[in-house]
């Protein structure tokens, strides 16, 4: 399978830089996964398609303020890391800029001195391995000098660092937030649970990786990276009964998604509570043990994503319906429009 298959025209101011005033002023596409007919809506009406005993999965992941500036002891040259996975404690495989002045050793200083990184390691993709030594907890050191990593294609600041965590966010870890789940609000949740409508919670903590390009000609070729996950015995135990009771399990992001189908493959369709990594890469073919249907932002040309909802709800429907977004001038990508597929 071609990877340009899932290729469109996608025009850049199309590409939302900041996102909007309300959570739930976005606009939703719903898109029927067996017919491929969509309609036009507001995600504030989402109501009218989630039914009594239906459960949405929601990843509660947070994103860590992970971009950090600071300077070479020895030179004062300036340096920004960016941290992608915590390998032990203190030690974080990060991203150096520019990653030619860090090398073993080199020690950088943050916020006058409050936060240092010692490199420990190079690693073969570039990146560098930095041993980070402070006073007090760390995420509360992060919180108080880091950025927010907002992904490479949003070139605006972003003004107020909430919008990019969803309302429900708990779980420190993730280099990216899960955007389906920037819609909800408080009130949405509300009402749905008192439609009749369970909502649970994984975690999956998404890695940077969720932005880099397919750049391999054929889509099995392709390799995914790992991301952590954790699911609760009372998620497991809730998911299982409404499939058992023939509810539906509508995940709420390619990142639920992808934890949701990594158990229920290694378990024949059933949840377990469990914690782990996920490579698993889905695309057209790949047969759904999990989910019923799923809320899911708009995706990148040629991206792993693309092809995890062109596998749901069929490659010529997605990219009709994203011919369709692009008339209609939905916004895409992170702090873009929603789809609902069912």
């Known amino acids: 399978m071609k990877v340009e298959l899932f290729d469109f025209h996608l025009p850049e101011e199309l590409i939302a830089q900041v996102p909007l005033k309300e959570r739930d002023a976005s606009r939703l596409m719903v898109l029927n996964k067996e017919s491929g007919e969509y309609k036009h809506e507001q995600f504030k009406h989402i109501l009218e398609y989630i039914q009594p005993g239906d459960c949405l999965v929601l990843n509660d992941t947070r994103v860590l303020p992970a971009r950090l500036f600071g300077v070479k002891e020895d030179t004062g040259a300036k340096v920004e890391i960016l941290l992608l996975k915590q390998q032990e404690e203190d030690v974080w495989e990060t991203l150096a800029k520019p990653a030619k002045r860090i090398k073993e050793g080199a020690v950088v200083s943050f916020g006058d001195g409050k936060l240092k990184a010692t490199c420990v390691g190079v690693l073969e993709h570039g990146g560098r391995l930095m041993k980070f030594t402070y006073e007090g907890i760390f995420l509360e050191v992060l919180e108080s000098l880091g950025e927010m990593p907002l992904p490479p294609y949003i070139k605006e600041q972003l003004d107020d660092q909430e919008r990019y965590q969803t309302v429900f966010s708990r779980e420190s870890g993730s280099a990216a937030a899960p955007t389906a789940g920037l819609h909800f609000t408080e009130q949405i949740l509300q009402e749905l649970k008192a439609k009749g409508v369970h909502i649970a919670f994984i975690t999956l903590h998404v890695g940077l990786g969720t932005f880099r390009p397919v750049s391999v000609e054929n889509v099995e070729e392709h390799e995914m990276h790992a991301e952590f996950y954790q699911i609760s015995e009372g998620t497991a135990r809730l998911l299982n009964e409404v499939k058992s009771r023939g509810g539906r399990i509508i995940s709420v992001g390619t990142t639920s998604t992808r934890t949701l189908e990594t158990i229920a493959s290694k378990h024949n369709g059933q949840f377990v509570s469990e914690s782990g990594w996920t490579n698993i890469f889905i695309y057209p073919g790949y047969e759904f043990k999990a ?32 011919e369709e977004a692009v008339r209609e001038k939905y916004r895409f990508f992170s702090f873009g429009d929603a789809m609902l597929i069912i």
């Open 291 to 322: 989910i019923d249907g799923m809320i899911t932002n708009f995706h990148l040309p040629k991206s792993s994503l693309i092809m995890l909802v062109s596998a749901l709800a069929g490659r010529e429907n997605v990219l009709r319906a994203y």
